[in-house]
């Protein structure tokens, strides 16, 4: 097949890392593939050497909305007649919207990923005409979880399928360490990851634990490291920024906790419990978490917002290591659903199908 992969940028983000992961191992199957993204960043993840690049600008582009997206659309249009590929594949709100206006009239099938909690990806009355009346049109659709797929039309349902993120062999592959040590959580320092529940959970039980809270991250860390000064705990919770290494520092990790109000699926807490980390999450919308999470382990996923529960989940586990490691075991058993060999099948099984 011939495919091309198209999202704004390859930058910092779980969609950005699935689809460059994807498009190589496509690639290294034997398929031609080429990602395109809307503009360069100045850090992107890589992709392999078989794998074309396309930038459809050289910046971002400013300026009114509207005529951004109509510029974009006809970039990527016009790539497309070039290179007729067979599918577009498109991952994220922009992109998805782009797809159907750039493929008219072209032999080119189009595939929408929704990466996100739909609620909230397709808010706003434009966004969700083009995801009830224009995203139907494309030739198949693949959702993260069953509650995503819900929103959307039973025309995109009929033809769709679940498929959760692969994740590298690297998390699955590396040694736990025998002295595990601090709370981890990874992810961007937005809102929506609300980094602040959980460093007010941590300032609960601070003075009765001796390990540390590590938040690694890009973004503005401002607000958060005034709430840390705030809460007095400048000594005990640290915000590096981005590492490369994420999975050492999660080898050598006591606990791990997401505390986002909302996700599509959250790549950083898959990676987690591939490593066999103990994780703790929110149960947050569209049901990534818990549908990560096997039933057993349902009592370590805790309200959104609820800054006691995450508290109380967290010394818990803290306290009791007889119960950490087995709950480690479990998240190491259950990440076994997105080996990435068996994820990539399930991938290309579809692709091929809806060519």
Known sequence: MKLFFYINTLSYGGAERVISNLATEMAVRGHDCTVVTSFPCEW??????EVKRINLYPNKLEGNRLIRNIKLIHRLRRFIHSAQPDLLVTFMGEPNSRAIPATIGTKTKVVMSVRNDPKREYCGKLNILIAKYIMPFADGMVFQTEDAKQWFPKKIGNKSIVIFNPVDKLFFD????????DIIATGRLTEQKNHSLLIRAFAQIAD???DNLYIYGSGDSSKLEE?????GIENRVFLPGVSKNIPEILSKAKLYVLSSDFEGMPNALMEAMAVGVPCISTNCPCGGPKSLFTKDMYHFLTPIGDIDAMSCRIFELIQNSFQREAHGKTCKKAAMAFVPDSVNDQWEKYLVGIR
């Open 44 to 49: 992107e993840y890589s992709v392999g050497l």
């Open 174 to 181: 590396i040694k736990r360490s025998e002295s595990p040590h």
């Open 208 to 210: 009765q634990i001796s």
């Open 227 to 231: 709430l840390i000064k705030t809460l």
